[in-house]
């Protein structure tokens, strides 16, 4: 998720008579910087809509208004970790590929020392309050290997990091080099799930399910993101995606309400949101003068990713009710996305000030 928004174009220094070749200057895609803002934005809507849901127990007959408000709100940003994956895509692909092994692991440092160091966070804070459900050092070890409560919306960067690494590797043995580090990485990756489970037998002792990698509907959006984001303007018309993508979104709503919650990332109805919502961004022109606070506002989209969970527990969820009735939940809901999303992303852009972003995201 680290800010790799940019893609090589020609520029020329020296003069064609004294011989100095070319050397290739980065295009900003301040489109690729609003998809990051809607994204994360997105995710905490459907955060929200979920405090609804669950007050409800997923029932209407225990609140129509809150389970309708709710569910709506998850209809709406089923493409939102997908489209992480297609960024991700794009940026190693085409936006940014790695120059080297090196620089690669310089992009894995940054979003893995994050995601530890928030997973410490609401371990703390959990305990502090009370609400784990586990030691808080077996929680600890367990989040290694995978995301744990209560830093359950972490989840997808145990999916993200392999992805960029692979896709990396990719790159750079096409570009004649040895990344023999990146190759280790992804080795340990493929066989921890058996050697835990090979531990586990021969100890007798129960290991903790390994999260690290990812499938194949991941790696699909991240080349397919990465295809798709690199349309040259005007390729596709968008008058088609701002067509299907009500459809796409009522879609959601039927089967998260009618077959089963959660609709899965892989699921048809997601794959097709998420490619409408990414051809009526991708390329969008952005004014000028938006353009510095956008980048700005983006840059704090991860950070802001990270912390709104502990705004969602200790504002949301005490304020969610299945009483509510179906305009009042309406307008709580759309008041407390609001709320969060202005504290989370106010957060993280105080600790960008204080040069804490490598460390808080």
């Not at 989040?143 to 999916?159: D, E, K, N, R, T």
């Not at 606070?293 to 990270?306: F, K, S, W």
């Amino acid at each position: 998720m680290q800010n790799d928004t940019a893609v090589r174009m020609p520029r020329q220094r020296g003069s064609v008579a004294s011989g100095k070749p070319t050397v290739p200057a980065r295009e900003h895609r301040f489109d690729i910087d609003l998809m990051r803002l809607i994204c994360s934005a997105t995710i905490m809507l459907g955060h929200v809509g979920a405090q609804f849901i669950h007050a409800t127990g997923n029932d209407p007959a225990n609140g129509a208004g809150a389970y309708w408000a709710g569910h709506v709100a998850e209809g709406i940003n089923a493409f939102a970790v997908p489209m992480y994956f297609a960024i991700a895509g794009w940026a190693v692909l085409a936006g940014a590929p790695p120059r080297d092994g090196s620089r690669m692991w310089q992009r894995v440092v940054r979003n893995v020392v994050p995601l530890f160091a928030w997973t410490a966070v609401y371990l703390i804070w959990a305990w502090l309050r009370d609400r784990n459900d586990r030691p808080m050092t077996e929680l600890a070890a367990n989040s290694l290997f995978g995301s744990v409560q209560p830093a359950y919306h972490l989840w997808f960067m145990y999916a993200y990091v392999p992805i960029i690494v692979l896709l990396a590797f990719a790159v750079l043995i096409k570009a004649g080099q040895r990344p023999w580090g990146l190759g280790a990485a992804l080795l340990g990756i493929a066989v921890l799930p058996s050697a835990l489970t090979t531990i586990a037998e021969v100890t007798g002792r129960g290991t903790p399910p390994v999260a690290w990698g990812f499938s194949t509907y991941s790696l699909v959006y991240a080349v397919g993101g990465a295809l798709l984001f690199s349309l040259p303007a005007g390729v596709v018309r968008k008058r088609w995606p701002a067509v299907l993508l009500p459809f796409t979104m009522a879609g959601a709503l039927w089967y998260n309400t009618q077959v089963h919650y959660v609709l899965p990332n892989a699921h048809l109805f997601v794959a097709a949101m998420s490619v409408c919502v990414l051809l009526l961004v991708s390329r969008v022109r952005v004014p000028e003068k938006w353009r510095p606070r956008l980048r700005n506002l983006a840059d704090a989209a991860l950070g802001a990713y990270m912390v709104h969970v502990l705004f969602v527990e200790e504002i949301v969820h005490p304020l969610v009710s299945p009483d509510l009735g179906g305009p009042v939940a309406g307008l709580l809901l759309a008041g407390l996305v609001v709320t969060v999303m202005a504290l989370s992303f106010a957060t993280s852009l105080l600790w960008g000030r204080l040069n804490l972003r490598r460390l808080l995201g």
